[in-house]
């Protein structure tokens, strides 16, 4: 092997002018493909086609209508939305709504369709016409009856009438990725219209549609903030480590042609980039350093004991080459792995990355090499200082080695613990943090108005026609009632109330008669005569489906977390198996209900990928280093850094959601570099120089140790910048992702030299 090691080394200085052009020709080519990127916002990227909840919700959808919504919430000034300037500004606002491309019905209070009874005649009409001609006892009557009206309180209007709300459905064709963006856009111009012509009136924006284009807008935010940032920081680690300008400008050329190729390749391949994925610029520039690092350093080693730089070249490449071989192979597992995720973006994610490690790889040991040997590379004189803290690191382990190994042991266990303190729990809306508008603007609404959180229930009735069964109706309202007594509940949309409302209008607006119609035919009559009383665009086809046989409810949620929101579609599901007929019994759906359920899922997923992926990698290991013991070592110093980093967030933070559930996938392949450059050098000190365990370590410490800290701080000054995201999934995974590493360094410092001389010394 180190014949072949050799003899490639020499190649490489051979032909460095030819390989220079191959690889400026494959980068532009690869480049090229960057034009095909494209963003994608839709916030059920996240959800497989395979996904349950995806299908519960694309059929729930498919018998009445989408849930995607833009909603626009009215705050004036002086707290009273009902006088005639703030109900004038809301009928302006709900009429022009109509307007936002792809609408299907817009809710307000103005056009909520109020039903009464003059008379014999049953009268539906929109409860505010022509709010300008309003009088002080009309204001009074819309007000009593807004805020007695079931339908539209916490959900439309606020218990105190400070603030009002206005729902636009959207039916998009989903013929164009730009379609969410698009009505997001027409509705932002509609809100900076309303608010010049009426300033005493505050109004926020959120909705599904809403929240689709603030992923969008995240991932362009980090791209365009978090990628330069990283670059800066490589800059200044890199010249701060190597001391040498030429050094760290190809070092910066290497991980830039690393990050356009896998950008360009995912471009080729039509992979597009999301919230998550956007991720991987910063994170191929964090890895690609890692392999550009050890062999220069290894170069200006031989450099100073007095080789030319061609034969520092060929000698660093023989003895980097296998290990940075094994370090790029292990983390493109460890990504590939990522493609077991239930998550399609962090699929992605795992699949730019790798090749973007793929590529650092190949141009570390083929253009790296060949541009070293054409330009000139001035080395400074040795540093003294920085060896010597290695050095005494080297003696203090050697000396110490007891002592460390049971004091890291324990270190280990006690860190691991904490994961019994983690909690599987998520709040997706706390996704994006205050810097975005979406956020605060979803915090005013749920502190002010109505929840964010919706949980959906298709009800059979068993046949067509049977939702006018009054046993049925009744179940229904006893299971709404059973829901609205529930903590975290603000509003519950049902037919029930409708049929009541009508029930007690046909009967001359008695009180009295507010309840469920006592015949199956009277409730069919009221039905009919109500469908066709409601004007364009207000029809029952968001609660009825076609056939009449089931309908359709709608809870709403504030303050909620995931881990509650499963167990309240449990506690449902059981009062359906316990109280209802069978033919009623479903599952809730709904996006909130399938961002509760995500994390979960995508932990059992990512676990079997990241054994596989641990297995795959212990086997690689145990070949290529040509020893079954020191394969099963390594184990120890690559699992042991993501369980302590586990416990420690368990510790401090205690919840677990969607990003920390692909950690382990992420970090192992990561990890592992360190590892298997410290154990490869252990190996050829002992194998090549006959040296006792003891010495080889000190070896290690000598060539490599280097390497591994100003790689480890690369790497953690590059998942830090991921920890500055406005996006909570990146920002977890960026902060989860650096503690990881730096536990995985002190591993590699304190540990893995203490257990190789533990199992080596009786060898030896």
């Given amino acids: 092997m180190q014949r072949f090691e050799t003899a490639f080394g020499k190649w490489v200085v051979k032909q460095r002018w030819w390989i220079i052009v191959v690889t400026l020709l494959a980068v532009a080519a690869a480049a090229s493909g960057i034009r095909f990127l494209t963003f994608n916002n839709d916030s059920r990227i996240f959800f497989g086609k395979e996904n349950p909840q995806l299908q519960a919700l694309e059929a729930l959808e498919n018998t009445y209508t989408k849930s995607d919504n833009v909603f626009f919430v009215i705050a004036p000034k002086n707290g009273d939305v009902f006088t005639v300037q703030t109900l004038t500004a809301l009928e302006e606002l ?6 936002i491309p792809y609408s299907s019905r817009v809710d307000s209070i103005t056009n909520f369709q109020y039903i009464h009874a003059e008379g014999d005649d049953l009268v539906v009409e929109n409860l505010v016409e022509d709010a300008k001609k309003l009088t002080k006892a009309e204001l009074k009557q819309v007000k009593n009856i807004a805020l007695r009206e079931p339908s539209l309180l916490k959900r439309l209007v606020s218990p105190s009438g400070h603030v009002a709300g206005l729902n636009v459905n959207i039916i998009k064709p989903d013929k164009s990725i730009s379609e969410s963006p698009e009505v997001t856009a027409f509705a932002r111009n509609m809100v900076q219209e309303f608010l010049i012509k009426h300033p005493d009136i505050d109004i926020y924006l959120i909705g599904g549609i809403v929240m689709d284009t603030a992923f969008g807008e995240a991932s362009k935010d980090d791209m365009s903030t978090l990628v330069p940032l990283m670059y800066l920081t490589l800059v200044v680690v890199m010249g701060l480590a190597l001391r040498s300008f030429s050094g760290t400008l190809v070092t910066l050329v290497i991980i830039a042609f690393s990050m356009i190729t896998g950008l360009g390749l995912a471009g080729w391949l039509g992979i597009s980039l999301n919230a998550a994925s956007a991720n991987s610029p910063t994170i191929i520039l964090t890895l690609a350093v890692a392999d550009s690092v050890h062999i ?78 054409v330009i000139p590379v001035k080395v400074k004189a040795k540093r003294k200082q920085k060896l010597h803290a290695l050095e005494h690191l080297a003696d203090f382990v050697v000396s110490k080695r007891k002592t460390l190994f049971w004091g890291m042991l324990f270190t280990v266990s006690a860190l691991t613990a904490g994961t019994l303190k983690i909690e599987l729990d998520d709040n997706f809306i706390q996704y994006f943090d205050e810097r975005y508008e979406f956020r605060r603007a979803t915090d005013f609404t749920i ?17 067509p026609g049977d939702i006018n069964d009054p046993s049925y109706l009744n179940k229904v309202e006893e299971f709404a009632n059973w829901y609205r007594k529930q903590p975290g509940v603000v509003h519950v949309s049902t037919i029930t109330d409708t049929m009541k409302q009508l029930n007690k209008s046909m009967h001359g607006d008695d009180p009295a008669y507010y309840r469920i119609p006592d015949s199956r035919n009277l409730a069919a009559q ?61 599952y809730g759906s709904g996006l909130s209900i399938m961002f509760a ?93 006959a040296m006792n365990p003891q010495e080889a370590v000190k070896y290690s410490f000598h060539t490599v140790g280097t390497a591994l800290w100003v790689t480890s701080i690369v790497l953690v000054a590059g998942f830090m910048t991921l920890s500055f995201s406005g996006f909570k999934i990146n920002s ?6 650096a503690i990881t590493i730096i536990l995985a360094l002190a591993l590699d410092f304190l540990f893995l030299p203490t257990l190789l001389m533990k199992v080596e010394e009786k060898k030896s």
């Fill in 296 to 373: 220069f350093v290894s170069v200006f080693h031989f450099m100073r004991q007095g080789k030319t730089r061609h034969e520092s070249v060929i000698e660093s490449l023989r003895i980097n080459l296998q290990p940075v071989f094994l370090t790029s192979i292990t983390t493109v597992i460890g990504f590939l792995s990522m493609n077991f995720s239930d998550a399609p973006p962090f699929r992605d994610l795992g699949n730019i990355v790798a090749m973007g490690v793929a590529a650092a790889f190949i141009y570390s040991i083929f253009f790296l090499p060949a541009l070293v040997s």
């Fill in 526 to 586: 009221y039905l009919l005569l109500y469908e066709m009383s409601l004007p364009f665009g207000l029809d029952m086809n968001n609660q009825i489906n076609v056939e009449k046989s089931a309908t359709r409810m709608t809870i709403l949620m504030k303050d909620v977390t995931t881990k509650q929101l499963r167990r309240m579609d449990e506690k449902a599901r059981n009062w359906l198996a316990q109280n209802a007929p069978k033919e009623m019994f479903t």
């Fill in 732 to 737: 977890d995974m960026g902060l989860m992702t």
């Fill in 447 to 463: 502190e002010n108005l109505t929840g964010f959180d919706t949980i959906e229930y298709s009800l059979n009735s068993g046949g």
């Fill in 94 to 99: 709900t009429k022009a709504a109509w307007q």
């Fill in 597 to 689: 359920h995500i994390s979960k899922r995508n932990i059992d997923s990512m676990l079997g990928a990241s054994f596989m992926a641990l297995i795959l990698i212990s086997g690689i290991l145990i070949f290529a280093l040509r020893s079954f013991k020191l394969g099963l070592v390594s184990l120890v110093p690559n699992l042991a850094p993501a369980f302590m980093a586990f416990g420690l967030w368990g510790m401090i933070v205690g919840q677990v959601g969607l990003t920390i559930s692909v950690l382990v996938a992420l970090t192992l392949g990561i990890v592992v570099d360190d590892t298997i450059h410290f154990i490869s050098k252990y190996i050829r000190a002992r194998r090549e120089y």
